[in-house]
């Protein structure tokens, strides 16, 4: 079955901590995406690619880094700069990247991963 | 600054009624608009994209308008059931981004 795997779906992180959340996919899609999602708020992107070896900051990329060495493969690290981690993250990936006119791909979501402070 | 905006009011309506969400937004001219469901503690799923050619577009119980004039979108699902409880976005592609930009969503409450 094709999809986007992310793990651990619970994250606990200590201060002081670098966590890193994984994203897989295994649908051969070019574009993949970060968000945030904070209680009754919709997602905030935080970091997106649209190809292997190149990556773009979101909206609130500040605290967070990202890697594109393989195509399936998106990690997102949480670094001990962002002072408010605790938040539900999702990956997500299309065939091809949002903005384009003509574009008529969806993204596919993961199920999350709920990341808290110990 | 483009803007979404989606009441941040829960919709609760009967089984069987149709619900209609509401999607506006400003200072933007998207060639697209797409709706997503997200249930709780899930990741979102892909409803239905309409483009701004398309003035309405339907799958089974689904219905999406787009109005480019008045920049608002109108999901609708008719016969709703108590299943079709979720969240539900809408979110439009960026401009000068090549991401998505989505709304905080609408919560659907369907009583049996």
């Known amino acids: 079955d094709g999809g986007i795997t992310q793990s651990p779906k619970y994250l606990f992180r200590k201060e002081g901590q670098n966590v890193t959340l994984s994203c897989e996919q295994n649908?051969?899609?070019?574009?993949m995406y970060w968000y945030r999602q904070d209680p009754g708020q919709g997602l905030r992107l935080i970091y997106y690619?649209?190809?292997?070896?190149?990556?773009q900051k979101g909206d609130i990329a500040e605290g967070y880094s990202v890697s594109r060495e393989k195509k399936e493969s998106f990690p997102l690290t949480v670094t001990s700069a962002q002072k408010n981690p605790t938040a539900f993250y999702l990956c997500a990936s299309s065939i091809d990247y949002a903005g384009q006119a003509n574009s008529n791909q969806p993204q596919h979501f993961g199920d999350g991963t709920r990341l808290s402070i110990l | 600054s483009q803007k979404i905006e989606q009441n941040s009011e829960a919709l609760n309506i009967q089984e069987g009624k149709t619900a209609t969400l509401t999607c506006n937004y400003t200072n933007y001219s998207p060639a697209y608009l797409q709706w997503y469901r997200q249930d709780p503690g899930r990741g979102p799923v892909f409803l239905l994209l309409i483009r701004e050619n398309e003035k309405e577009k339907r799958k089974e119980r689904l219905k999406v308008t787009f109005d480019t004039t008045l920049k608002q979108s109108l999901f609708h699902i008719t016969a709703s059931q108590p299943a079709d409880s979720a969240t539900y976005l809408c979110a439009l592609p960026d401009t000068g981004r090549r991401a998505l930009t989505f709304g905080s969503g609408t919560r659907l409450q369907v009583q049996p």
């Open positions: 649908l051969n899609h070019d574009a």
């Open positions: 690619s649209q190809i292997v070896n190149d990556f």
